[in-house]
Each structure stands twice: as C-alpha cells, then as structure tokens.
C-alpha cells in the first residue's frame, strides 16, 4: 500500500511564498509520475502541477505558471511544490497524488492520494 504524506501548508499573507513536500512509502517512487491538486470550499478539486518520473518534464495549471514549481527528489522519496507570489485564490486544500496513467492533467488519471495540507492566503 502507497502512503503519501503532504506537509507545509499554513496561514501566509499574500505575496509571500510556501514550500509544500509529499513524503512518499514504497521503493518504487521513482516509476510514477506525481502530481499537485487543490481544492478550495465548495469547488472541483483541480489539477496545480505535474512532474514526470525522472523530473525532466513539468507541467502547470495557467493560473499557477510562473508561481509555483514542481520538484522531485527520488532519492528521498519526495515531491516538492514549491509556491510564490501566493494569492487569497490559492487558499485550499493541497493534494499529493501519484499518477497511474492516462492525461498527467486529469484528477481520474491518479490513484494514490494523500490527507492533504490546507493553504490560507489571507490579503
């Protein structure tokens, strides 16, 4: 069984910067893409970003490109969000996920997920 475990999440003010981790179980971290999501209050959890195994191909939401970046460290089993220039719209819940196969943008295209660490974005 995969566990994954978000941390880093707090109350910030706008326009500062947070770095989020997911903590992976397993030996097999490195053999699956991973992906962010959110979900803000009373709506769709939404795709953030994506990294391929190896790292060497990410991907992004429009409305966090040039903010956020995703990494990966395989060797300590972790992914990385790292966000900036936060804003009170990406106050949500932030998922970890690993993807299992299909469109990399896709919520159905991921079967592992973590709890979540929740983001505040106050202005």
């Known amino acids: 069984q995969v566990q994954l475990v978000e941390s880093g999440g707090g109350l910030v003010q706008a326009g500062t910067s947070l770095r989020l981790s997911c903590a992976a179980s397993?030996?097999?971290?490195?053999?699956?893409?991973m992906g962010w999501f959110r979900q803000a209050p009373g709506k769709e959890r939404e795709f953030v970003a994506a990294i391929t195994r190896s790292g060497g191909s990410t991907y992004y939401a429009e409305s966090v490109k040039g903010r956020f970046t995703i990494s990966r460290d395989n060797a300590k089993n972790t992914v990385y969000l790292q966000m900036n220039s936060l804003k009170p719209e990406d106050t949500a819940l932030y998922y970890c996920?690993?993807?299992?196969?299909?469109?990399?943008?896709?919520?159905?295209?991921?079967?592992?997920w973590g709890q979540g660490t929740r983001v505040t974005v106050s202005s």
């Open positions: 397993g030996r097999t971290f490195s053999s699956y893409a």
């Open positions: 996920a690993r993807h299992s196969g299909g469109s990399m943008l896709l919520k159905e295209s991921y079967n592992y």
